[in-house]
């Protein structure tokens, strides 16, 4: 399975609380925070809700 690496390069104060939360069901806390998920519709969905908070790379 194909797996995408998450960075998270924007701070999250003064974001929705929503996206707040997408960002920490991913596993971002702070800035430079990354990971690596399944590169399935569930996280798709999750990084274009953020998609102006993180950095995405195909791992």
Do not use: C, F, Y
């Not at 929503?18 to 990971?35: F, V």
Request: glycine content about 6%.
């Amino acid at each position: 399975m194909e797996q995408i690496k998450l960075k998270l390069v924007r701070s999250l104060i003064g974001n929705k609380k929503d996206q707040i939360a997408t960002a920490h069901s991913l596993g971002l806390n702070k800035i430079g925070d990354e990971t690596v998920q399944p590169n399935n519709d569930q996280t798709k969905g999750k990084v274009a809700k953020i998609n102006h908070l993180i950095e995405v790379v195909e791992a």
